[in-house]
Each structure stands twice: as C-alpha cells, then as structure tokens.
C-alpha cells in the first residue's frame, strides 16, 4: 500500500485576515472557508493536507524547514514576504520538493514592488489572479508534480 502523500499548505501574513480586509481586491471568503474547501477535496483523493497560517517570517521560515521530513509538496501564499523574504525563499529552496505559489490578486495587475517575488524564483509554478481558486488549481497540479502518474 501507498504511504498517504501529504501536502503543506502554507499562508503567510495577513492571510489571516480573508473576508474582512480589502474585500475588492481579495473577495469575501474567509481563510477558514478556504480551507474548508481544501479539507473537501483532501476527502476525494489520496493526499493529505494541512493548512497552516503565521503573520511570523521566522516561524514561517521554520514550518518550511521542518515540512522537508513530512511533506511531498508545499502550496504557499506568503503574502507580503514573498516580495522581501529572500530567507523565507532560501528555506524553500532547501525543502527541495515541488512548490507552489499562490497569490488570490493578480500580483502584475498591482504596484510595481509587488512584481517581484522571491518565491516565484524557486517555485515549480505560481498561480496569481484566480482568487480563492487559486488553491484548488495549485492543488491539484502539485499532485501531478509529486505523483505524474496519478490520476
């Protein structure tokens, strides 16, 4: 039998805050709510996911260094961080397993210093504009980076 592969999802700052803070550009959904989303479709296959959120960057940085022994992927939002983190972007670079990044705004669409992202430049593949289906999207493509030949 298969050993159940596990996916860390992994929002950073301010993520916390889905639903309430600027509703325009981010929608009305709740973290909780996406993450209820993620749960769902965890059921339809044979991975696992945990969802974890940290304003910190030095705890983030640490969830990522420790996901290296449990994890066959990680899905991250790290909002502001990803455009000045290069730490946060050095222990991804470590974990050496696929990433993906999400960001629920189209980032290009946005202030300039927003164009750059540290994460983008060790991730597999980032997904920006999508919403709160961004997620979705950058699970089940992970999938097919962790496990090609799963259906």
Request: with cysteine; charged share 20%; proline share 3%.
């Amino acid at each position: 039998m298969n050993k159940l592969k596990k996916i860390l999802v992994l929002n950073g700052p301010n993520l916390n805050l889905l639903g309430k803070r600027e509703p325009k550009i981010y929608g009305n959904i709740s973290l909780k709510e996406i993450e209820n989303i993620l749960t769902k479709l965890e059921n339809k296959l044979s991975f696992s996911i945990d969802c974890v959120q940290n304003n910190n960057e030095g705890e983030l940085i640490d969830i990522v260094q420790k996901a290296h022994e449990n994890y066959s992927g990680i899905i991250i939002n790290a909002g502001g961080f990803s455009h000045t983190s290069i730490a946060l972007m050095d222990a991804l670079k470590f974990f050496g397993k696929p990433i993906i990044e999400v960001h629920m705004s189209n980032i290009y669409k946005r202030e300039s210093f927003r164009h750059l992202s540290y994460i983008s430049m060790v991730a597999n593949g980032s997904i920006c504009g999508f919403g709160a289906s961004g997620y979705d999207i950058a699970v089940n493509y992970i999938i097919k980076l962790i496990d090609p030949e799963y259906n």
